[in-house]
């Protein structure tokens, strides 16, 4: 059984920063994703980090956000730096398995306010 265990959320200033992590079980998985829901506004992916390594950025985070794994960890992170308003938003952990089936986390709010 798939888990994904999602931590790291909270309230920070603006150009502050936040490191998410989602520790990911029970399957062996191809690629992973940070995606973010503001209110209002549709399901959006912010980072995505394949099984090569290779690593995509919404042009929005480019420079600002760096996704990561852990392999000893089984753990996927997002470094977030240079955080702005416009990031508020509830971040979701994705994972996809090797058979293209697609794992949600819970769910974390990040709020930038000062």
């Known amino acids: 059984q798939v888990q994904l265990v999602e931590s790291g959320g909270g309230l920070v200033q603006p150009g502050g920063s936040l490191r998410l992590s989602c520790v990911a079980s029970?399957?062996?998985?191809?690629?992973y994703a940070w995606y973010r829901q503001a209110p209002g506004k549709q399901r959006e992916l912010v980072a995505g980090l394949g099984i090569d390594g290779s690593t995509n950025y919404a042009d929005s985070v480019k420079g600002r956000f760096t996704i990561s794994r852990d392999n000893a960890k089984n753990t996927v992170n997002l470094q977030m730096n240079s955080l702005n308003p416009e990031d508020t938003a509830v971040y979701y952990c994705?994972?996809?398995?090797?058979?293209?089936?697609?794992?949600w986390g819970q769910g974390t709010q990040v709020t930038v306010s000062s």
């Open positions: 994705n994972v996809r398995s090797v058979g293209f089936v697609n794992y």
């Open positions: 029970g399957s062996i998985f191809r690629s």
